[in-house]
């Protein structure tokens, strides 16, 4: 079944979409707009549009520690001392589904504290670019063209910078687990200091800045 005629939406789900396409532009096909519609996908802050598919209603305590999350003090009395550890509590794992077109192709630069599995469901090829702390850039393609090295699984770790261009077809669409589950408190965009930071790689970083 095309997931172009994989449901119907009710007449409040279509008024409350009507919203979000205000934010699409006209000259989007009209494939790209159903699909946008089928699927109930909103405008994307990276680029492009997405819907959260799942959120796990487990929770885990994480390492990370920030003054903006959900705190919890534990203590270590392994060695008879006295040891506050801050954590972050997140949820297990969260999926969304990805969409890039041809009128919006690009996921600027962004970093997340979780690792990210990217999953082809269709559509053209999509490049993964990432770079690490020290300056290390990687190139992979998702997608479904596997003769010329596509991949229909990808994992970005945790902590590096990636962008994501649509680089064959007219749109392209993946799925995204993240675990330990997505926050935007562990989300932070790409700006112009990463060309400070990796001036070896001006010219690749200035083709993904969304400011």
């Not at 209603?57 to 959900?70: E, I, Q």
């Not at 041809?102 to 053209?124: A, L, T, V």
Request: aromatic share 8%.
């Amino acid at each position: 079944m095309s997931i172009l005629n994989s449901g119907r939406l009710s007449v409040s789900q279509r008024e409350h979409n009507s919203l979000i396409w205000k934010a699409i532009e006209d000259d989007e096909q009209l494939e790209v707009k159903q699909m946008i519609e089928t699927l109930q996908l909103q405008p994307h802050m990276e680029g492009g549009y997405y819907a959260e598919t799942f959120r796990s209603p487990l929770k885990l305590n994480t390492s990370w520690s920030s003054t903006d999350a959900v705190k919890k003090s534990s203590l270590d009395l392994a060695n008879n001392d006295s040891v506050v550890t801050n954590t972050c509590q997140r949820n297990v794992c969260t999926s969304i589904v990805y969409l890039l077109t041809k009128q919006y192709p690009i996921c600027y630069w962004h970093k997340n504290r979780s690792d990210i599995i990217r999953y082809f469901h269709g559509g053209g090829s999509v490049k993964v670019i990432t770079i690490d702390d020290v300056g290390l850039l990687q190139t992979v393609r998702l997608g479904g063209n596997i003769e010329a090295g596509d991949r229909l699984q990808i994992v970005t770790k945790g902590g590096n910078w990636e962008a994501l261009m649509l680089v064959d077809g007219d749109w392209a669409l993946q799925g995204e687990a993240v675990a330990p589950g997505f926050d935007y408190l562990d989300m932070k965009l790409g700006t112009r200091e990463l060309l400070y930071k990796f001036p070896d790689l001006t010219d690749t970083i200035e083709l993904f800045l969304k400011e």
